[in-house]
């Protein structure tokens, strides 16, 4: 193809000792295992919980081709930066590989190929009407951008891959990244019978100044293209609850190292021999692994009351609290509760700690500054602490802690 220069990405084994540790603490489950685990029964099927309206929505699964093209404007030129070390930068070499290798437990590559130079857009930014940081206004404005990038690669077959990442100059004031999905604005061409086309593009991901200025920018990436496999943001819109979902990159960006269980379920990484939905007037003892040590129950599932909602319980490994503070170390581990409540809407479902922040212990204890304005939640649970759900009649005790598993009872009512 011309133009386009591939670039391989290499694999990231797991690290051996690690399962082996997990393999004796399986034995030791096994072993504490008083009656059987009743399995995945009534959970939704991953599969019903991808978006309706994306026709052409992928699953997170086996090897993807994405291409990596870069776009300035007569008012943001590119200036001294080359697209090879925007590339490299927002890659991170080859950590974004290995992380989406690693998360997904081998299940998914996403490899991407560089289209090397800047190309010049028609239109000054400004005219592609963005507002707040530089987020689209609206469809048709984030359509006629589509196009323009259309226009500007007729050498390139871009249909061919799923996923196109379109990235602008690194800048302070157009910072936002944004990823849009052929589905979802097929449906809104057709809703108003345009004349309109996209072409064969499936999915774009642009990416703004932020995600080239952070610490971790392979993350940034990672974060838009799970947007891409259908999962929505966790972020709190309300003030003070921006980051209260840290464990997962969609609720924190800047300090994620992973994505909580029930994404893994939903994506289809989390199989459901992990998963244990502990039925009612029962109690049991689980040895609670890690989701990513993949082995061992991973993931409790409760349901609550109605259809649709659900207590998790799982494994909240370290975060680094702050990116901007040298020499913190990971905190926040525990075992994470959450309640997950499936929407009839574009987000799809809502996750809220459990219980909510604030009602026990506070994780502000001993943060500062920038740390404690973002700490608005709460620490996980830790050994010797009860959790009590009274919709799902459930009690779980966190009896001790096994290496990096966690042994809990679950008494149901
Ligand atoms: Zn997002």
Known sequence: MPGVRRIQPRRSPFTRPFVIVLSAALLVSALLHATPVARAAKLPTPASLQPAGRVNFDPARGTIEALMLFVDFSTLPHGVQTTEATAENLLGGNRFNQFIHQQSGGKLDIRVAISSGWRRMPQPIEAYKTSFEGAFIN?????????????????????????VYVVMPNSEIY??????????????????????SLGDMRNIVIMGGSAQSQHRPYMSLAHETMHVFGLPDLYKNRPGKAFEIIWDLMGDPYRANGFIGWHHYVLGWLPATRIAVPASATKTEYLLTPIHSGAGTSLLLIPMGKAGKYLAVEIAEPVKPHELIEGTSPWGGGVLAYTVSLLNSHARWQ??????????????????????????FTLPHQVGAIIREPISHTSIEIKSRVGSAYRIEVERQ
Not at 151 to 163: M, S, T
């Open 139 to 163: 469809n048709s404005a984030l359509l006629r951008y589509i196009k323009d990038v259309q226009n500007l690669y007729p050498d390139v077959d871009l249909g061919y891959y799923p996923i």
């Open 175 to 196: 910072r936002r990244s944004q990823t849009a999905n052929y589905g979802d604005l097929k449906a809104w061409i057709d809703s108003r019978r345009s004349g309109d």
């Open 351 to 376: 996750i809220d700690l459990y219980p909510p922040p604030g009602t026990h212990q506070s994780a502000a204890q001993g943060l500062q500054g920038n740390v404690l304005a973002d700490a608005q």
